[in-house]
């Protein structure tokens, strides 16, 4: 007679709903609201260099203009990287969930279960 089996269904069923929300809730914030919120903090920083080089250099249009392009650049660069890296997490939690939903369809009351 096996008194874990009952456990074990519970436990299956409540990880099995744990993970799916998981699966739901990593992939909208990996995807959207975490790139929305770097693209918000690069842009709220590269404005602030902006208005930096035009305070500073104001005088001199072609330092600042040369400079501002520098930092247009730089927020590209940025924006790329960030959705790389997002992207790559995004995919990687994914293929996470993946895994541990296989691992739910092994029965271990089977597995472990004592011969007589």
Same mark, same amino acid.
């Given at each position: ?25 990593? @992939? ?5 609201? &975490?790139?929305? !919120? ?9 404005? /602030?260099? +902006? ?16 400079? @501002? ?5 730089? &927020?590209?660069? !940025? ?9 790559? /997490?995004? +995919? ?25």
């Amino acid at each position: 007679m096996i008194f874990a089996a009952p456990q074990y269904i519970i436990t299956k069923y409540f990880v099995g709903c744990y993970i799916g929300w998981a699966h739901s809730t990593v @992939n909208f914030r990996l995807k959207e609201k &975490t790139r929305f !919120t770097f693209d918000t903090a690069i842009d709220t920083f590269q404005t /602030g260099k +902006k208005t930096f080089v035009n305070t500073v250099f104001a005088k001199n249009e072609k330092v600042a203009t040369a400079l @501002n392009q520098f930092v247009d650049a730089q &927020t590209a660069y !940025t924006k790329a990287a960030v959705k790389a890296g997002t992207d790559v /997490g995004a +995919k990687l939690a994914e293929e996470g969930v993946k895994l541990a939903q296989e691992a739910m369809k092994f029965d271990f009351t089977k597995a472990f279960q004592v011969k007589r």
